[in-house]
């Protein structure tokens, strides 16, 4: 975890009642390197069709224009691209491929709230996140 991150984790924990209020200022390309590194490399392109080996050959370049369009407010999600994958009954259910960039960005902003809503959640629970008790406040 990275000092911005830890220091997000911190802030949740010891003023539980703290409204995060710039959540989205918090993507930065270290926010964004950080989520390139939990991304599955080998998931199925999006609507654009550029798969995540691709998206790495330009790795620094592509980060950092998307960092600028994140920063200046430019950034815009992409469509998203639809597949129907076959059931065992004969039918078939429709799955959405995202592009690699609004992974990245999906990601990064996962970490963020993940640091935020950690800490509301009880220390001898165990599993995925979103398994844990949710502690009143």
């Not at 599955?40 to 654009?48: E, L, P, Q, V």
């Not at 798969?51 to 469509?79: C, M, W």
Request: no cysteine.
């Amino acid at each position: 975890m990275t000092t911005e991150l830890n220091t997000i984790a911190f802030k949740a924990q010891t003023h539980s009642k703290h409204r995060f209020q710039n959540v989205y200022g918090q993507l930065t390309d270290d926010a964004l390197y950080r989520a390139w590194a939990n991304l599955n490399k080998n998931s199925a392109a999006g609507i654009d069709g550029q798969t995540a080996k691709q998206f790495e050959t330009r790795l620094p370049d592509n980060i950092q224009r998307l960092h600028q369009e994140l920063k200046s407010g430019r950034y815009r999600v992409n469509d998203v691209k639809r597949v129907y994958i076959p059931k065992a009954n004969g039918k078939e259910r429709p799955l959405g491929l995202p592009t690699v960039e609004d992974k990245l960005v999906q990601q990064s902003v996962a970490d963020i709230l993940e640091n935020i809503w950690e800490q509301d959640f009880l220390r001898n629970s165990y599993g995925n996140l979103y398994k844990f008790v949710f502690l009143a406040r």
